[in-house]
T-cell receptor, first 108, second 112 residues
């Protein structure tokens, strides 16, 4: 099956700083998504982005499908951005593989 | 309000006592999945369903059963739970077109 590698595994930011999270896939995926898990455990879909670039407020994501990676950008980070960020994808149908996540802590 | 609901949210049980975790979505989604989340391992897919009466194994199906008799419901069944099934479980549903996944609030299961 597809392997998903996320980096960095842990990240501590000062409030207001920018960051880039990376997700590498071992094979082509046709269903790439980014999620945020808040400190209370809730999972929220951030982007469905099999290719190209999308932006939503201070967050944006870029997927280069031909090179099998995706990037999540967080600008002007806030304490509410803390939590774990996951990327996930599938090669077909709905068998989905998640990465192990990037744990982000934003400190005031 | 569009949502995925799971019950119970918390459950402590003993080895071998059959249990069912329910999942229901009100978005008319065709695709539903179950995941377990363990520290350091991210989320791993247990089973998924592409439509009523159509289910398939994910990456970690051993010890679990599912059924999809109605479009909105996708229960997860543990016939004989064991301590290694202690985990945080999530149900998710997706549309056919965008494949954006919507997650339930999670069920924290402890098997003693």
């Amino acid at each position: 099956g597809i392997q998903v590698e996320q980096s960095p595994p842990d990240l501590i930011l000062q409030e207001g700083a920018n960051s880039t999270l990376r997700c590498n896939f071992s094979d082509s995926v046709n269903n790439l998504q980014w999620f945020h898990q808040n400190p209370w455990g809730q999972l929220i879909n951030l982007f469905y982005i099999p290719s190209g670039t999308k932006q939503n407020g201070r967050l944006s994501a870029t997927t280069v499908a031909t090179e099998r990676y995706s990037l999540l950008y967080i600008s002007s980070s806030q304490t509410t951005d803390s939590g774990v960020y996951f990327c996930a994808g599938s090669g077909g149908y709905q068998k989905v593989t998640f990465g192990t996540g990037t744990k982000l802590q934003v400190i005031p | 309000e569009a949502q995925v609901t799971q019950n119970p949210r918390y459950l402590i049980t003993v080895t071998g006592k059959k249990l069912t975790v329910t999942c229901s979505q009100n978005m008319n989604h065709e695709y539903m999945s179950w995941y377990r989340q363990d520290p350091g391992l991210g989320l791993r897919q247990i089973y998924y369903s592409m439509n009523v009466e159509v289910t398939d194994k994910g990456d970690v199906p051993e010890g679990y059963k599912v059924s999809r008799k109605e479009k909105r419901n996708f229960p997860l069944i543990l016939e004989s739970p064991s301590p290694n099934q202690t985990s945080l479980y999530f149900c998710a549903s997706t549309t056919r077109i965008t494949d954006t996944q919507y997650f339930g609030p999670g069920t924290r299961l402890t098997v003693l």
